[in-house]
Each structure stands twice: as structure tokens, then as C-alpha cells.
């Protein structure tokens, strides 16, 4: 058992084995000249055949990376988006309201109508900004 410890831990295969455990991506799909460095630090051909699996299962975790970034992309876009319904939302509200005010007292349709148009500009204006900042969200970051 000894024996067996002593050999696992030799200060070349430790090295070997974690450098290539916290090296960046780039790094760890490395050059033939670099593989072959490798392979003569390890003596038994088992370890160096476990390393080249480290190396190809880094390269997995990049693409992951990028489906991530990508997936929260398109949901900060789709979240920034809602409020283009309450911009909907917001212009029935006013247009409605004009017309119960209206009904209440005609003598008052200039102005009503005026605040109705204002009502309207400042709550499409909203629902405008919320589309702005989607499109921002997909094609600028």
C-alpha cells in the first residue's frame, strides 16, 4: 500500500495530472510537442491515455458555455419584451378611459382627447423602450 501511494504521488505526475485539470481551454488541447512532454513525465501509458480524456472533456465544456450564453440571451430578450404587452395594455387603458370620460361629460372632449393623446405617446414610448433594450440585449452584447 506503501508503495502504491509513493508511486501515485510522485511530484512529476502530480504536476502533470493537475496542470492539465486548471488549465483554460486553449491550453488544454495542447500541441503534439506538449503531449509527448507529457507522456514521458508518466511512465505507465494507462495515465497518459486518462489525460488525453481530461483534454477532449474541457472541450465539451466550452460549447456548454456558449449554448448558455446564448440561452440567456434569448430569455433576458423574451423578458425585456413583456413589457411591450403592457404598453398594449396601458393604451386601452387611456383610450378606454377617454371614452368613459367622454360619456360622462361631453362638454370636455378637446381636452380629454389631448390627455388621451398624451397617455397614449408616453405609454407607446414605454412598450418602444422595452423592444429597444430586447434588441440590444440579442444583437449588441
Do not use: H, W
Not at 511512465?43 to 488525453?52: R, T
Not at 466550452?62 to 404598453?87: L, P
Not at 414610448?125 to 423592444?131: K, V
Amino acid at each position: 500500500m506503501y508503495a502504491c501511494a509513493k508511486f501515485v504521488s510522485t511530484p512529476s505526475l502530480v504536476r502533470a495530472g493537475s496542470r492539465a485539470l486548471y488549465r483554460p481551454l486553449s491550453a488544454a488541447v495542447v500541441s503534439d510537442a506538449r503531449k509527448e512532454e507529457t507522456a514521458c513525465l508518466l511512465a505507465p501509458q494507462s495515465i497518459a491515455a486518462s489525460q488525453q480524456q481530461v483534454a477532449v472533456r474541457g472541450f465539451q465544456t466550452s460549447a456548454v458555455s456558449r449554448d448558455i450564453d446564448t440561452a440567456a440571451k434569448f430569455i433576458g430578450a423574451g423578458a425585456a419584451t413583456v413589457g411591450v404587452a403592457g404598453s398594449g395594455a396601458g393604451i386601452g387603458t387611456v383610450f378606454g378611459s377617454l371614452i368613459i370620460g367622454y360619456a360622462r361629460n361631453p362638454s370636455l372632449k378637446q381636452q380629454l382627447f389631448s390627455y388621451a393623446i398624451l397617455g397614449f405617446a408616453l405609454s407607446e414610448a414605454m412598450g418602444l423602450f422595452c423592444l429597444m433594450v430586447a434588441f440590444l440585449i440579442l444583437f449588441a452584447m
